[in-house]
């Protein structure tokens, strides 16, 4: 049986929403292998004065567990 776990992560950008969801997946699989969707829960912007400074979004990261994993998965 594949094991699959979920993580949460809020990515962000000076630039746009896909740029944000980019740097997301970036990030994530600098340390984490088998990345299979990511799911965009919510997006946000942060804003200084009347203009736009940021936008973020918010993230729910799938990835599949290796076997030889996840006998240390399975432990946290």
Do not use: P, W
Request: glycine share 2%; hydrophobic share 40%.
């Amino acid at each position: 049986m594949a094991l699959v776990k979920v993580i949460e992560v809020i990515a962000s950008s000076e630039n746009s929403f896909d740029d944000a969801i980019r740097n997301a997946v970036t990030e994530v699989t600098k340390t984490i292998k088998n990345v299979d969707s990511v799911y965009v829960k919510d997006f946000k912007v942060h804003v200084q004065g009347s203009e736009i400074k940021s936008f973020g979004a918010v993230c729910k990261v799938s990835f599949r567990i290796d076997e030889s994993q996840r006998q240390k998965h399975d432990n946290v």
